[in-house]
Every structure is written in structure tokens, then in C-alpha cells.
């Protein structure tokens, strides 16, 4: 089966790769790319440990084909960490225990960044309901949000 | 599996062009935001052989505003939707009834043409489109043309568009001077979940009198109904309690839901009447203020 060319940007780098029409960004990612940073749980878009941005929104990359992304500007976990330093929530992340098991910690972080790129002193009903959509089995949710707001408060500190 | 197409069309005529032309050979699926169709592709319940992106087409991701009238495209996502302030001040009932709808992922994503052609009984954002008096514009093979979204649906999964026909947009009513809207849904846990009952009440109030008045209910029967008799029990009262009680009973009359897990039928039989006062209330606070 002819395979569809896409040409897209992956945290900053342009990216091109082949794929099939029913294949999803996670699909791609994981499977071809080797980015195996963005996690697969329910692949129905209900526990958010696939998530991503593309152009600037947060979106389930298991709802999304990978042939939309063309031309596109697409943010994983792997782009996170720069020169070798972790974003400010992946600091709190560790300070605060936030995590267990860690499947859903790249979810968690990359949809809790595009909080805090939105607004850098969320209430902790905001957090909730922004991450709402972000599954832990794990840790019980606290954790996590303290860790949001830690991070919240360093980027107004540091504003 | 013979070979699928993904296409992504630039104008509204190209998409019309492969959409009718594959879908009389095949199974063609549009693409908004796919928050339903993905997952529908996943657990193969659909497997089409032609996939339409309307994403790149610019009317269908419009939104503008001529003169106090709303023109929004059918696949602009929830997340777009809330960041246009003005929006959420003229229709509130509308915004709060498709934000409802899933998490700030799915918000990313989902659309309010989407919600509408996925055609579930249960869509939350059907009857607030429908108590807004808002009307849908579709495109297809011979034309144009305008529908009110109540006359939209068939019956679950199923609607009113033709071979090749797409939906383009959605116009809304110039909204009126002491007017408000306001959607509330029932379900069995505090987020994210389908609808046991959802209802949208639209009012419009002048010298503390009723002269406009639209309710729908979803969730309760086969597709999203306007409910007439609300409307006509609540025009020309002042929402005095005989009127309202008898505008509850419209509403109670015009359910025919499923028994299910989530609700039993006498149970949303019930809610229907709650949801619509609570929602009423809420429509009147806000048409008092605007």
C-alpha cells in the first residue's frame, strides 16, 4: 500500500516520515520514530498519556493521524529538557514524589506546561480540571498538583 | 484491505467533489477533530476507505462576527472557541455546553460539527445549538443550503445530510437585548461523562415578561428535540410558577429515552423536569444581566 509523506516539526526539528492512513502521531512516534518519551495506555483519548501539542494546543496524539501533522509544529516529552536541564516541572515533578509508576508522568507534564503557558498562578480547581484528563493510578492526584503549583510559583518567582 | 485515501482538500468544492464521488464507491469518513471517528477506526467499528480532513479548509475553521451575528466553522475546536471572549458573553449556553465535552485534550480537538453529525442522542452541544436558534449551512453537490439543527438529526447516528453534503457552518441569531442562554446535563459522576438528560433554555425578557422562549432536551429520545410546548407555556408569563411547572410537563411529555445503566426512563423522565427549571433559572439570570 502506498504510504502517505509527511514533512512536519517535532520539538523544533524538522521531521519527515511515511505512514499509513489509519496510523496515529503516537503510532509514529513510538513505532518509528523512536520516541518512545509519549506513552500509550488507552488509545481512546479518555487517560491522556499520550499527550502533545500540535501548534500550540494540547491534544491526545492517539486522536490525531499522523497525516494531519503536516506542516505542523509538534511538542513531546522529549522535547521537555533543554541543553541537558530539566523544565521547571520536571524538577518539582521529583521534588514532590509526584510520580510512581510513571506512565502517566509525560502526559501529566506536558499537559500541565501547557497550563502554566497559559496561566502561571492556576488555582488549585484549574490545575484539577486542566489535568482532568490525565489518568494516574498511582499517586492519588496531590502530589501532582502540589508539583503544579511548586512549578507555578518558580516561574512567577522567576518572571 | 484494499487501499484507504486520506485526502485533505483546500476549498469547500474540492471536498464536496471527493466526498461524493467516494462515497458512492465506498465508506468515506469526514475528519474534524476525531475525537469520535478515531476512536471508532481503533475498535473498528468504522473502517473507511476514504478519509476527508476539512481541516484545511478556511471556512470551516472561521469565526466571525458580523454586526452582533456569529458565523462559527464547523471544525473549530472547543479550546479556539473559548479563547473568542466575545463569544461566551453573547452564548453562554452554547460555549458551556460544548466545553462539557470531554478534557482540555479533547478540547484541542473536538468541534461543534462534529458533535452535531456524530449524531449521538446524548451530544451536549445539539440542544444548546438548537435552543440558540442557531441554523447550520451545508454544502453538496447541488448547492447550498440552510437547516434549523433541530431538523438535523434522524435518529442516533443517523442525520439529515445528503450524499457528497458537508456541514460548513453554523450562523447564529443576532442575539436580542435581555436574552440569555443556558445548557445543564445530568450525568451519574461529576465530569466527563455522556449526558443522562442535558437541557438548553434560551430566554428573552422584556418588562419582566416572557416574548421569546426555546428549550431542547437531549439525551431522551432518538435525537435532540426542541420542546414547543415549553416554549409556548413560558411566552407571554412571567415565569410564575403554573407556567414554569407547565413548561416542566412539556418537557416530561416529549421524552422517550432509553432504559439503560445511566438512567432508567422514569428517571429521566424526572431529570428532564429538574434540568429544564434549573436551567431556566439560570437562562433568566443571565437575560437579566444582558
Known sequence: ?????????????????LCQPYDTVLDVLRR??????TKEVCSTGDC??????????????CLVLAAETEDKNIETIEGMAKNGKFNVLQKTFLEHAALQCGICTPGMLVAAKSLLEKNTNPTETEIRYWLAGNL????GYDKI?????AAAEEIRENA | MSEV???SPETIEQAVDAYSKSSKEGNTKILAGGTDLLVQIRSGISQPDTIIDIKNIKELKEISNDNGSYTIGAAVA????????????????????????????IQGRASLGGNLCNASPAGDSVPALIASGATVKIQGPEGERKMPIESFHVGPGKTNLKNGEIVVNFQFPKKQKHSGDAYLRMIPRTEMDIAVVGCAVNVTIENDKCVDARVAL????????????ASKALIGSNFEKKAVEKAALACEAACNPIDDKRGTISYRKKVSKVLFKRALEKAIERAKRG
Open chain 1, 1 to 17: 500500500m502506498a504510504k502517505i509523506q509527511v514533512k512536519t516539526k517535532i520539538n523544533g526539528e524538522e521531521t519527515e516520515f
Open chain 1, 32 to 37: 518509528d520514530l523512536n520516541m518512545t518519551g
Open chain 1, 48 to 61: 491522556g498519556a499520550c499527550s502533545i501539542t500540535m501548534d500550540g494546543r494540547l491534544v491526545c496524539s
Open chain 1, 136 to 139: 494516574c493510578r498511582c499517586t
Open chain 1, 145 to 149: 498538583v502540589k508539583a503544579v503549583q
Open chain 2, 5 to 7: 485515501k486520506f485526502i
Open chain 2, 78 to 105: 472547543g479550546a479556539v472557541l473559548d479563547e473568542e471572549e466575545d463569544f461566551g458573553n453573547n452564548w453562554p449556553g452554547v460555549l458551556e455546553a460544548l466545553k462539557l465535552i470531554g478534557s482540555e485534550q
Open chain 2, 218 to 229: 437531549g439525551a431522551v429520545a432518538p435525537t435532540a428535540l426542541l420542546i414547543e410546548d
